[in-house]
């Protein structure tokens, strides 16, 4: 097979993207919608689910939104149903969705701690064993796509402003799920990776980059010298998406500059 076909084996495949929204979500949509997937991509608010629909439809991605909130387990077999009424099976699918909070170890909320591990680590869990046996297992193939961080692989400096140790913490966790989930599901022909995004802008590190001056510590100390943009997921997302990662599986891939070298 031409490395061209290899890459383009996500045409026509069926994408769920949680998270999807906005930022890295939505921008992996964009990609995986541009070679030829249809993507379904969920989140809490509808109003900023219809926008990115509009906005994808605009780039010629059909795509559906599915509204609701992950870390209530309870919704997720719905919100599967609505991919499954659409389109009958999912092929492809990204947990992206997530959540940070910041504090002292000492003085983290208990409150805060479980919200941030039942987005980061329960959710993701519940809605791919929703989608691994309804569709993946069954069918004897898929492509699951973990987004963990940087923050996975090394703490924060101790004069460092965040103080994050539920993320850092959820996110190791994510890459502990891949590699078991990968040796478990291997017989089924299903690939499990992850991708380990730095400082990208968005929603949610827009305070951390900008009032913590953490972006331009990024800056500095990244070879590359800049943050992550609105393209730079895109490639990753494709890779392990399509036929051309076939044989890999269990694997993280960093996409910080080179901050972690």
Known sequence: MSVKKLFGTISGKVALITGG???????????????????????????????????????GVEALSVQGD?????????????????????????????????????????????????????????????VGKRCMIPKRSGKIVNISSVAALHAASPDSPMKTISYHTSKSAVLGFTRQLASEWGEHNINVNAICPGWFPSKMTKGILDELGVGKMAIDKAPLHRLGDEEDLKGII????????????????????GAGV
Not at 39 to 58: S, W, Y
Not at 78 to 90: E, P, Q, R, S
Not at 238 to 257: I, K, M, N, P
Request: glycine share 10%.
């Open 21 to 59: 929204s906005r930022g890295l979500g939505l921008q992996m949509a964009e990609a995986l919608g541009e070679m030829g997937a249809r993507v379904a991509i969920t989140a809490r608010k509808q109003g900023e689910l219809d926008e990115a629909v509009a906005h994808l439809a605009k780039q």
């Open 238 to 257: 494709v890779y392990f998406a399509s036929e051309a990662s076939r044989h890999v599986t269990g694997q993280h891939l960093c996409v910080d500059g």
């Open 70 to 130: 992950l870390s209530k387990f309870g919704t997720i077999p719905g919100m599967v149903d609505k991919v499954l009424a659409k389109w009958g099976v999912i092929d492809i699918l990204v947990n992206n969705a997530g959540t940070s909070w910041g504090a002292p170890a000492e003085e983290h909320p208990p409150e805060a701690w479980n919200k941030v591990m039942d987005l980061n680590i329960n959710a993701m869990f519940f809605v791919t064993q929703e």
